[in-house]
C-alpha cells in the first residue's frame, strides 16, 4: 500500500509576499511525491494571527509562566514573548494536532525555500522516506555535514546548540501529542522549546536530523524578513 504524506504548512496571511514561494515549493514536493508513488494531502494551519493574540491577550496570559528552573540550561533564553511568537507558537500547535497516524508528516513553515543546489538531496530523502519508519522525529531545516553520499539519520543530541531554525520537520502522531502538551505553556519560543524537549526526552523519543541540506529558510538567507 502506497503511504500518505501529510504536508502542513504554518502560513502568515498577512505575509504574502511569502505565498510564491511556498506555492512554487508545495508544487515541487507533490510533483517529488507522485514520481515515488506517495499521495499527497496538504493543510493549512494560519490561525491564530497576532491581531488575534492582542484581542485575546488575556486569555493567553493565563498560559505564560517566564518563572526560572533550578539549574535549568534554558534559564537564558527565557523572554517576554511577544504576539507574533505566541502566534507562531499556537500554530505550530495547530498544526501537530493534525498530524496523522500511520502516515508521514511534514511540518512546513511559509518561508521554507527549495535551493536548485540540494535538489539532490531531497530527491534522494524522498526515494528512502521509507526512513521515518525508524525515527519519532526528523529535522530537515538544518543538518550536520558529513561526505557520505547516503542519507544518513543522525541523533539529535550530537546537535548541541540551541536550533537556528524550525521551519521543517518530520514528526511522527504520538511525538507530536507529546510536544503539543510541551508547549500549552508560554515559557518559550518555539525554537528553544522544541530543543528542549528532544533533548530532555532523547531517551525515549528517537530524534533525528540529516548529514545533508534538504530545505532552506527564506527568513534566514536574506529573502524575507524574520
Known amino acids: 500500500m502506497n ?76 523572554f517576554p514573548l511577544n504576539p507574533q511568537q505566541i502566534s507562531n507558537i499556537e500554530k505550530q500547535r495547530n498544526a501537530l494536532f493534525h498530524v496523522k497516524e500511520n502516515e508521514y508528516n511534514l511540518i512546513l513553515e511559509d518561508d521554507v525555500i527549495i535551493s536548485k543546489d540540494y535538489l539532490e538531496n531531497i530527491e534522494l530523502l524522498f526515494k528512502n522516506l521509507n526512513i521515518l519508519e525508524y525515527t519519532d522525529f526528523l529535522l530537515t531545516s538544518d543538518f550536520i555535514h558529513n561526505n557520505k553520499e547516503y542519507i544518513e539519520l543522525i541523533p539529535f543530541e550530537n546537535y548541541k546548540n ?10 511522527n502522531k504520538k511525538t507530536a501529542l507529546q510536544l503539543y502538551e510541551f ?5 518559550y519560543d518555539f525554537k528553544t522549546a522544541l530543543t528542549k524537549f528532544l533533548n530532555i526526552n532523547k531517551e525515549i523519543i528517537n530524534s533525528r536530523l540529516l548529514n545533508k541540506c534538504i530545505f532552506l529558510e527564506g527568513s534566514k538567507v536574506g529573502i524575507f524578513g524574520s
Open 3 to 78: 503511504k500518505t504524506l501529510n504536508i502542513i504548512v504554518i502560513y502568515t496571511i498577512s505575509l504574502s509576499n511569502r505565498s510564491q514561494y511556498i506555492n512554487s515549493t508545495l508544487t515541487y514536493l507533490k510533483n517529488l511525491c507522485e514520481k515515488n508513488n506517495i499521495a499527497v494531502n496538504i493543510v493549512i494551519s494560519n490561525t491564530p494571527d497576532s491581531d488575534t493574540i492582542i484581542k485575546e491577550v488575556d486569555n493567553y496570559n493565563k498560559r505564560v509562566n517566564y518563572d526560572k528552573i533550578e539549574n535549568c540550561p534554558y534559564n537564558d533564553y527565557i
Open 183 to 187: 508547549t500549552d505553556i508560554f515559557k
Open 162 to 171: 540551541i536550533l537556528l531554525t524550525k521551519s521543517s520537520y518530520f514528526i
